[in-house]
């Protein structure tokens, strides 16, 4: 049961122009949410994150937005450069009680092209 | 530059015949994770340790064992490899603090013939 959602496995984006990747989630004790981006033949690395009290967080070019009533985040990458080119995977966890570890739920990633 | 490592990149291995997939890290980090990923799929939690403490996802198969002998190492044993096993292998570090991100090394890729 696939909890984190990423319903299209594909974006393709013109340089310069906005890249926006949507992930949906069902679990509403979901408390952080994290994107990480994965290039061929590299493991996944960590982009940007973002807390459940907050609604959006900003890094340079990257913006995750969090709307905890449709349960729906979004990474927004802008202007959109070739070397983003890569697959993103958005991730949420729960913190159990008690625990320290947050468990990281992924969805299957959505691979962004960007053209020149 | 501290990291996590795996070891071998690719590993091809015959049916049923035991391997083992390694990590090592210098982030000094509490946790370790090891996840499965098959071709667009999610990557999936096998198990994690914290620090010592071994924690079993409840639908990793029993055919999975790891091994952490201390803080910087972590192995993963596949007891008799089926062919559905064939898959990217990664293993992750964390703190463990609520939203640590995990930091991955660059996987393993094991096929079964």
């Known amino acids: 049961d696939q909890q984190v959602k990423q319903n299209s496995p594909s974006l393709s984006v013109q340089e310069g122009r906005i890249s926006i990747l949507n992930c949906d989630y069902t679990n509403s004790m979901f408390d952080y949410f994290l994107w990480y981006k994965k290039y061929p033949a590299e493991g996944p690395t960590f982009l940007i994150s973002?807390?459940?009290?907050?609604d959006k967080n900003e890094d340079g070019r990257f913006t995750v937005f969090l709307n905890k009533s449709a349960k729906h985040l979004s990474l927004h990458i802008v202007p959109s450069q070739p070397g983003d080119s890569a697959v993103y995977f958005c991730?949420?966890?729960?913190?159990?009680?008690?625990?320290?570890?947050?468990?990281?739920?992924f969805g299957r990633g959505t691979q962004l092209t960007v053209w020149p | 530059d501290a990291m996590v490592i795996q070891n071998p990149r690719y590993q091809v291995t015959q049916f049923g015949k035991p391997v083992t997939l390694s990590c090592s890290q210098t982030?000094?980090?509490?946790?370790m994770y090891w996840y499965q990923q098959k071709s667009s799929q999610a990557p999936k939690l096998l198990f994690h340790?914290?620090?010592?403490?071994?924690?079993n996802e409840a639908d990793t198969p029993d055919n999975f064992q790891s091994r952490r002998p201390n803080t910087s190492f972590c192995f993963l044993d596949i007891r008799s490899p089926g062919l559905g096993d064939a898959a990217m292998y990664l293993c992750?570090?964390?703190?463990?603090?609520?939203?640590?991100?995990?930091?991955f090394g660059n996987g393993t890729r094991l096929t079964v013939t």
């Open positions: 973002i807390s459940s009290i907050k």
């Open positions: 991730a949420a966890s729960a913190e159990r009680r008690g625990s320290t570890l947050g468990r990281l739920y």
């Open positions: 982030l000094n980090h509490n946790v």
């Open positions: 340790y914290y620090d010592k403490d071994f924690n």
């Open positions: 992750a570090t964390s703190r463990g603090g609520a939203g640590s991100p995990l930091h």
